[in-house]
């Protein structure tokens, strides 16, 4: 495992042009990356450079302001995912993006959660509606974290429902600033911002968990450890996760455990992965793209065996990419709709 700035067609690859609309970059900025990059800037700076030229338009009108903090959050968060591993230049870049959500979240209402967990701590943010019915924890796996969902939860909120934007175990401010690796109990991680979401009057309804990508896997394992989750989405996630000799998987999993020995990797995976004799006893949505290329749904269906076809659903879409996100507006309906009918069940 190299560390150091990958070439800039790896990066193209890890972060195509559904991907960065999907987490939130406006189009024209996703052009300009394109032009950038295609004159040989490196990939974080034209990043960074774009999230300048967004957060000078962040002043005047509220609106505004936070639709220019969200789209300048999101170049950001795309800067830093060009540094696999937690190098000062990675930390300064996400320092700037929760700096950026934190300017978006003061004028848009959001509040920030931080738990305290294992000797670091956990963040989120809780974005909610006017009368919430329901609360969903959201989150993502390996490179996309917390925010990086605020579409996701835009659809959410616009149904009725409270969207918590976590950070768990070896990601984001957790592990950037607080040394929290993902060597720690994953299931009780996760289950503690469901504590936290069941122990506030203002918070009311069931609660659910909408993993994405290896999030997707902390999503099934705690659901079926914790029965007070009513429904779980997983969204491209292998129940028994390893090594996939793919540059940018491999090197992002050796930075989530702190460590680039491949074996100590691999133990961990097989401590993390969905156990023989896990049920889950929630609803469960599982999401699959055919054209994935990191997750098959062979991959995903001892999470539908362990639910059982009573309590399972499974949509695909044939040439969906990894964690559909070339069909992102009508995945987020689709899920957000089966978040409503379980709530109301």
């Known amino acids: 495992m190299t560390v150091g700035l990958a070439p800039t067609e790896v990066l193209w690859r890890a972060m195509p042009v ?13 052009a300009g990356l394109r032009a950038a990059t295609d004159e040989g800037v490196p990939w974080d700076v034209a990043c960074a ?3 300048e030229a967004q957060l000078e338009r962040a002043d005047g009108n509220r609106v505004t302001a936070v639709e220019a903090l969200r789209a300048g959050a ?3 968060l795309f800067a830093q995912m060009a540094h ?17 959500v934190g300017r978006a979240g003061a004028l848009a209402g959001w509040e920030r959660v931080q738990l305290p967990f294992a000797g670091g701590y956990l963040v989120g943010w809780i974005v909610r509606p006017a009368a919430p019915r329901g609360t969903v924890i959201l989150f993502g796996g390996q490179s996309g974290w917390g925010a990086a969902y605020l579409r996701l939860a835009d659809a959410l909120v616009a149904r009725g429902l409270t969207a918590f934007l976590v950070e768990g175990p070896g990601q984001g401010e957790p ?7 993902l060597d720690v109990d994953v299931r009780a991680a ?4 469901v504590d936290h979401v069941l122990a506030r009057p203002d918070l009311p309804g069931p609660v659910g968990l909408w993993g994405n990508s290896m999030g997707g896997l902390y999503a099934g394992t705690t659901a079926a450890s914790d ?15 390893r090594l996939l000799g793919m540059r940018t998987f491999d090197d992002q999993a050796a930075a989530m455990l702190g460590t680039t020995d491949p074996d100590a990797i691999q133990r961990n995976f097989d401590r993390l992965a969905l156990r023989p004799g896990d049920r889950i006893e929630s609803a469960l949505l599982v999401l699959h793209g055919g054209a994935d290329p990191i997750v098959s749904l062979a991959d995903q269906q001892p999470f539908l065996d362990a639910a059982g076809p009573d309590r399972s659903t499974l949509r695909i879409w044939v040439d969906g990419e990894h964690v559909v996100t070339n069909h992102a507006e009508e995945r987020n309906a689709f899920v957000t709709d089966w978040f409503c009918e379980q709530f109301q069940r």
């Open 49 to 51: 450079e774009l999230a």
């Open 175 to 181: 592990r950037l600033e607080s040394g929290l690796y």
């Open 84 to 100: 696999n591993f937690d190098t000062a230049r990675k930390r300064e870049l996400y320092t700037g993006f929760t700096a950026a």
């Open 227 to 241: 029965r007070r989750v009513t429904a779980v989405c997983i969204n491209g996630a292998p129940a028994q996760p």
């Open 18 to 30: 559904p991907r960065l609309l999907d987490c939130g970059m406006v189009p024209s900025d996703v």
């Open 190 to 193: 996760y289950s503690t911002f």
């Open 74 to 76: 999101a170049d950001l």
